[in-house]
C-alpha cells in the first residue's frame, strides 16, 4: 500500500442528480479512505456511482446499490450459525463481505432482488403497451424516457401521474395504459424486488455464508464432501 495523499469523492445518482462533489474522505497514510454518506442521501433505493480523485485525476470508480435493507444483520447470523460467534475470527468487515458475496451470487442466478432495489435501464421499444424490463418483481416506475437514439434527448417524458398509474408486476411485464411504448429506446427507472427473502432461501444463503467463512479456514472443503 502506499499513500495516495488527499483524496476526494464525487457521488452521483443513477439519474446524474450530484448528491457530493470533490468532497474530502476521512482516512490517512495508507489506511483506506473512505466517505459517509447522510441518512437523507441514502433514504432512496439506488445505484450511486463514485468517482475517487487524487490530483485532479479520477484513480476508481466504484457503484454503491442502496437497497431496502440486507438480508439479515450480523448478530441475526451468528444466532443461527453459531460457528460463527468468534468475533476476533469472524470479523463483523468479514462477516458483511462475504454475506453481500452470497447476496450477489444469488441474486445473479436468479436474476431477481429479494429485498427491493432500484434498476435504470435502457430497453427497446415495443409497439404496444407491455414492455419488459429486465428483472422480475417490478415495484414501482419512478422515470422513463421514449428516445429515438440512447445518446440523444428524449422525444417524450412519461408524466408523474401516468408513471403512478403504472401498476406493480411480479411478471416484470410493465404496462402503460395510456398509450404504446412505441419508440426506439426506452429508458425506464424502476423499483424491484421482494419485500423480504423466502425463509429458506434466507436460511440456505445464511448457511453459504457460514462456508464461505469457515472454509477459508479449513482449506475449503465444503459441508457436504466431509464427515
Do not use: C
Request: proline share 6%; hydrophobic share 40%; net charge negative.
Amino acid at each position: 500500500p502506499a499513500d495516495p495523499g488527499t483524496v476526494t469523492v464525487t457521488v452521483t445518482r443513477a439519474d446524474g442528480t450530484v448528491l457530493a462533489s470533490a468532497q474530502a474522505t476521512d482516512g490517512s497514510g495508507t489506511d483506506p479512505r473512505t466517505y459517509a454518506l447522510s441518512v437523507a442521501q441514502t433514504a432512496t433505493l439506488d445505484r450511486l456511482s463514485v468517482a475517487w480523485v487524487v490530483s485532479g485525476t479520477t484513480v476508481a470508480t466504484t457503484e454503491v446499490d442502496v437497497v431496502a435493507a440486507p438480508w439479515f444483520g450480523n448478530a441475526e447470523l451468528r444466532n443461527v450459525e453459531t460457528g460463527l460467534n468468534d468475533a476476533v475470527r469472524y470479523d463483523a468487515a468479514k462477516v458483511t463481505t462475504a454475506r453481500l458475496q452470497v447476496e450477489a451470487f444469488i441474486e445473479g442466478l436468479t436474476n431477481r432482488r429479494f429485498v427491493p432495489g432500484y434498476t435504470l435501464e435502457t430497453l427497446p421499444g415495443v409497439s404496444g403497451p407491455n414492455l419488459a424490463v429486465r428483472h422480475p418483481d417490478a415495484r414501482r416506475v419512478r422515470s422513463a424516457l421514449l428516445l429515438d437514439d440512447p445518446g440523444a434527448a428524449a422525444t417524450e417524458t412519461l408524466a408523474t401521474g401516468e408513471l403512478t398509474a403504472i401498476p406493480a408486476s411480479a411478471s416484470g411485464i410493465v404496462t402503460r395504459y395510456a398509450n404504446s411504448w412505441a419508440a426506439r429506446w426506452v429508458r425506464i427507472g424502476y423499483e424491484h424486488g421482494m419485500t423480504v427473502p423466502p425463509p429458506d432461501l434466507k436460511r440456505a444463503a445464511m448457511r453459504l455464508v457460514r462456508e464461505l467463512l469457515v472454509n477459508e479456514v479449513k482449506g475449503q472443503i465444503p459441508d457436504n464432501a466431509t464427515n
